[in-house]
């Protein structure tokens, strides 16, 4: 890590360290998905791979382009930590928008509610939130594939409506059958739509339960 | 344009039991996803494409429109009565419309945000159509090679314009195009990126990528910023209809500002990717800038209520003008609903004019009607739907999630789609997370297919030659200036940022 003699004690990260982080490797992420098609595309014979070339070899450019930016960006501000609150951005905001002419009068201690969130020292929380919530929507996909949506989604309802919002067992159990219900009406019953039954409901039915 | 066709149109749509009905069950899911902080339009009609899938054509792309044109006006509730933006749109509403709702006059606000966002929707309607003769011969001017060009030049105008950095918004747009090429090439018959993957060789499906890039990672979003609003008093008083009517009634006296907001909504509405929080801001401006005495803004002032409504209503009515005639979505809510409408088998362009001039004024008819059952609805159900504010993240997630899942089924019935859901939903959440814009991924994943296929027309038609068209140039010029632009003014921004 070398000083930067323009910031005073904050001292610039590496480029290996701004390679690391996160918003650098999307960015790597999308330049890899240019170049593997872009790749692809040379096996295709012409004018089929024609577009993929206009379009993906300027996409390879400026992801590399954006990777550079990404770089110098985060060696300028990693550290530095915009002191403003959410509301007093917003506050910004209306100034840079009427010409600083309007002054937002509110009741004393009233806050907007959504403006104040402060994510300054969430991150690591907000990473752990992601993987769970992602973790819910990957194992609605596979209860669905496995077990069908008519059986996979109630039991992935009632697991998120417990566990991750907190809801009550009465709550969730109400929530979980009355929307299963709802649903199976409306669209079984008066639309008549068959859906997917799922790997093993599918297995299951054919050599088990079927002549 | 006869009288025939543009009163014709109207009893059509009045007298068609399956068009009224999709109408109003459009306008009300509209209102549902509205008035819940974190849904909005775009989300709206995600989420509901794959119910229109295989409907016919004017009932589907009437309910799509409507809830499409209604979700700003119930989103403003919130924003008055909490000081919570239902989307980005309704920022500017808070400046006045929360004090007003501070002092004991939410009522008063409710009424005139109300009615003018039903006014301005209706005024941007009218703005569409006045300008169908004038952009008429421009529109039958352009040929397969200029719309190859107003491809690229919507992607360039959205990413431009979406506020980051206009690499991103170019290259997420280059990855929707990139995205529309997967499929059987329909030139030579070779199956790009589909392998021996049978369920690709249609061309990756355009719900399920919708669905991945904007309603999976906005409920992560929703779940990790958590977001329940709980701290409020849930007592509504003031917000009866007496009180919103002295409020309908303040509109009515200001109308020379809903007229005005509402005509540089519409005109901003035009302009691919300006979006409503823009035409919102730019109008409050003008309120505060044209209307005396400006210190009253920011203070309860009912003018800083009626013209951002006017304003983000009417704008939708401007935005179909380059969606449905040149293909190029002004927003991404409307890059989504073009896709909505290409499943529909509505093709944007020329053919809009010559021959489904019909659909464009049922759509023009339905904008006004929603709008106005919008306003009446929400004048008497206000406190009702402002409850929906209150609706916990935690509930709405799994709800809106499984109907994703759900709609992927049904769209194609490819149990398939949902891994490339997955997979997609990464990516979708990534771009959200580290702010690159996603409007410009809808408009190329839109516009990918039809860019293709005009190419190779003009391919046929012109070799070499359609890059020197006049027309060509001139949208070639206008890409070119566009990033140039984007490069000097970033510049500009970085020295300003390291004098300060």
């Known amino acids: ?211 | 344009m006869s009288l025939d066709l543009i009163f014709g149109t109207l009893a059509q749509l009045l007298t068609s039991p399956a068009a009224m009905w999709m109408m109003i069950l459009g306008t009300m899911i509209g209102i549902f996803f509205g008035a819940v902080p974190g849904l909005g339009g775009r989300l709206a009609i995600a989420v509901t494409i794959p119910f229109v899938f295989g409907k016919e054509m004017i009932p589907g792309a009437v309910f799509l429109l409507s809830m499409h044109a209604v979700t700003g006006t119930a989103g403003q509730i919130s924003s008055i009565m909490f000081g919570v933006p239902g989307t980005g749109d309704d920022a500017a509403t808070i400046v006045d419309g929360y004090p007003m709702a501070q002092k004991g006059e939410a009522g008063i606000a409710l009424g005139a945000s109300l009615t003018a966002s039903g006014i301005g929707g209706i005024l941007g309607a009218v703005v569409l159509a006045a300008l169908i003769p004038v952009i008429e011969p421009i529109v039958l001017k352009f040929s397969p090679a200029e719309f190859f060009f107003l491809a690229l030049l919507g992607i360039t105008f959205v990413a431009f314009v979406s506020g980051a950095a206009i690499f991103k918004g170019i290259v997420v747009g280059f990855y929707g195009m990139m995205l529309a090429f997967v499929g059987m090439d329909p030139q030579t018959g070779i199956a790009r990126y589909s392998e021996d993957f049978l369920f690709l060789w249609d061309g990756l499906d355009l719900i399920t990528a919708v669905l991945a890039l904007f309603a999976v990672p906005e409920m992560i979003h929703l779940g990790v910023k958590g977001g329940a609003i709980s701290a409020f008093s849930k007592d509504f008083a003031d917000t009866g209809v007496r009180a919103q009517w002295k409020g309908v009634v303040e509109t009515f006296r200001h109308m020379w500002l809903v007229f005005r907001s509402s005509m540089i909504g519409a005109f901003i509405g035009i302009l691919p990717g300006l979006g409503g929080s823009a035409a919102a801001w730019i109008c409050y401006g003008h309120a505060v800038q044209s209307c005396k005495p400006p210190q009253n803004f920011g203070r309860g002032d009912v003018r800083g209520v009626i013209a951002p409504e006017s304003a983000t209503n009417s704008k939708e009515g401007g935005s179909l003008l380059p969606t449905l005639f040149f293909g190029v979505p002004g927003s991404s809510g409307m890059a989504i609903l073009l896709g909505a409408f290409l499943i529909l088998g509505i093709q944007p362009g020329p053919m809009m004019l010559t021959q489904h001039l019909d659909l464009v004024w049922i759509l023009i008819w339905a904008l006004v009607i929603s709008n106005i059952a919008a306003v009446v609805v929400l004048l008497f159900i206000t406190r009702w739907v402002a409850m929906l504010t209150f609706l916990r993240g935690g509930i709405m997630i799994p709800f809106v999630l499984v109907v994703v899942v759900f709609g992927v089924l049904l769209a194609k019935g490819q149990w398939e789609n949902l891994i490339m859901l997955s997979i997609l939903s990464i990516i979708g959440y990534g771009l959200l997370k580290y702010d690159w814009p996603r409007p410009p991924f809808a408009i190329g994943i839109v516009l990918g297919t039809i860019a293709e296929e005009s190419l190779h027309k003009a391919w046929a038609l012109w070799r070499w030659d359609f890059f020197t068209r006049p027309l060509s140039i001139v949208l070639m010029g206008m890409i070119v200036a566009t990033i140039a632009y984007a490069i000097y003014r970033g510049f500009i921004d970085n020295k300003k940022q390291e004098a300060r």
Not at chain 1, 24 to 31: A, K
Request: proline share 4%; with cysteine; net charge neutral.
């Open chain 1, 1 to 211: 890590m070398s000083a930067n003699p323009g910031s005073g004690e904050r001292p610039t990260p590496s480029v290996l360290k701004a390679l690391c982080h996160g918003r650098t490797l999307f960015t790597l992420l999308m330049f890899a998905i240019f170049a593997f098609m872009v790749w692809i595309a040379s096996t295709y014979t012409w004018p089929a791979n024609f577009l993929p070339f206009v379009i993906g070899i300027p996409g390879i450019v400026l992801t590399l382009l954006q990777v550079v930016l990404d770089v110098r960006d985060f060696r300028k501000t990693e550290g530095i930590v915009d002191p403003r609150t959410e509301f007093e951005r917003y506050m910004d905001d209306v100034t840079k928008n009427t010409g600083g002419k309007v002054q937002m009068e509110l009741k004393e201690g009233t806050q907007l509610q959504t403006l104040v969130e402060d994510t300054t020292d969430m991150t690591k929380s907000r990473n752990k939130r992601e993987m769970i919530l992602f973790g819910y929507f990957f194992l609605l996909v596979i209860l669905v594939l496995l077990f069908g949506f008519w059986i996979g989604y109630p039991i992935f309802m009632a697991l998120f409506l417990h566990y991750y919002a907190k809801e009550s067992w009465r709550l969730t159990a109400q929530l979980t059958i009355g929307s299963w219900v709802a649903m199976y009406i409306v669209l079984v019953i008066v639309l008549e739509q068959i859906l997917f039954e799922g790997h093993i409901t599918k297995f299951v039915i054919d050599n088990w339960l079927s002549d």
